[in-house]
């Protein structure tokens, strides 16, 4: 698996020390993993890798270990306060990765804004759905229940704390790997809600997930429009315009930049 993910180019490639090794694997794990970034030769735009919880006996060593190789950001399970936050950057001991939370508890939900605000080097919150559904005590989805009726208050919640802190906001896995209509179709849910990605478990996942967070060339052509007809107002001396049949002023320019940026990260 980590000679097929070094090949893959994608926007990311997660390397998981956490619920994908069994306890009595850790150690052996952690040192393939130091071994396989070490040897280089990755083709993801970012390389982060999840450690285990702050509560576990193997958050020092995989910290120790894998904060010092050639790895983008590192993935902090079941962060649920601030002060978690700042262990972890006590730990790191000013090496300047970045870090990936994920919010998968209770505490951790309701403390988000904190969260994310803790440090300069969180870069990210992540939906945890698994680990949340126990927490809060959620039963499985039942037949013809809508998954969004379920999550839509915790994906709300969690883009809130990311925007107020001016930190991405990624969703989490969608578990069912055989439905890939249902993957693209949450991934155009979660996007339109203002999420900036999703995370794939599969490689059937990754295109029609990068093809819902990528704008399509209308909208493209759409945000340039809008902001040449902006400039062109603000010449002759207006701070708003009227484009398309509507009013558009310095909200619409913002969003208007923001799919560009979208466009751009995704064409690099």
């Not at 270990?65 to 700042?86: F, N």
């Not at 809060?136 to 915790?154: C, K, M, N, T």
């Not at 990068?210 to 809008?226: H, I, K, R, V």
Request: hydrophobic share 50%; proline share 5%; no cysteine.
């Amino acid at each position: 698996m980590l000679a097929r993910a070094r090949s893959t180019m994608v926007d990311e490639v997660v390397i998981d020390l956490e619920d994908s090794v069994a306890p009595a694997d850790k150690d052996a794990a952690r040192a393939m993993v130091v071994a396989a970034v070490r040897a280089g030769g990755w083709r993801a735009g970012s390389l982060a890798v999840r450690v285990n919880g702050l509560d576990t006996e193997y958050f020092a060593p995989d910290l120790a270990e894998i904060a010092g190789e050639r790895v983008d950001s590192v993935i902090i399970p079941k962060v649920e306060r601030s002060a978690d936050v700042l262990l972890v950057v006590e730990a790191l001991a000013g090496r300047p990765v970045g870090l990936q939370l994920l919010i998968e508890t209770a505490a951790g939900l309701a403390n988000a804004m904190s969260i994310a605000g803790a440090s300069p080097q969180v870069e990210t919150l992540i939906v945890g759905y698994a680990d949340l559904a126990a927490s809060l005590g959620r039963p499985p989805i039942a037949p013809g229940e809508h998954p969004r009726d379920r999550w839509g208050a915790v994906l709300h919640a969690v883009l809130v704390a990311a925007r107020a802190a001016g930190v991405q906001a990624i969703d989490g896995p969608f578990f069912d790997i055989a439905d890939v209509a249902g993957a693209r179709a949450w991934a155009d849910y979660t996007r339109s809600l203002g999420y900036d990605g999703k995370w794939a478990l599969h490689p059937t996942q990754v295109q029609p997930l990068a093809e819902a967070f990528t704008p399509s060339a209308a909208e493209l052509q759409a945000a340039t429009e809008l902001l040449a007809a902006l400039q062109a107002s603000e010449a002759g001396g207006h701070g708003a315009a009227l484009h398309g049949g509507e009013m558009i002023d310095e909200a619409s320019r913002k969003h208007a930049l923001g799919v560009l940026a979208r466009g751009a990260a995704r064409n690099a």
